[in-house]
């Protein structure tokens, strides 16, 4: 393995980490948010589609900068962190 391989694997694994934390806050916020809210479907409908395109980007500009390793390296950070988080939240009960 080389340094450059290395680096892609690190920015990668980081990306897809913070792309999870970023993904599983932002649902959280709309969550929270449906109680009285006048149109909940709507806000539902939207938060996904705000917290999908924020991921499909992230994941896009990790394509573009680090090609496959680094693309395989955010899967599986978004993955672990989004476990671990689940594991959390059963563990913990609701978030606050």
């Known amino acids: 393995m080389n340094a450059t ?4 694997l690190a920015a990668g694994f980081a990306a897809g980490a913070a792309a999870a934390w970023l993904f599983l806050r932002l649902l959280q916020a709309s969550v929270r948010g449906l109680p009285g809210h006048p149109h909940p479907g709507r806000a539902l409908v939207a938060g996904f589609v705000l917290r999908a395109a924020l991921v499909v980007a992230v994941f896009a ?6 090609q ?4 395989a390296a955010a899967l599986v950070g978004f993955l672990v962190l989004r476990s671990w988080r689940l594991r959390q939240v059963r563990r ?4 606050r």
């Open 92 to 95: 913990e009960g609701t978030p």
């Open 5 to 8: 391989l290395l680096a892609q």
């Open 61 to 66: 500009l990790v394509a573009r900068l680090a």
């Open 68 to 71: 496959g390793p680094g693309l």
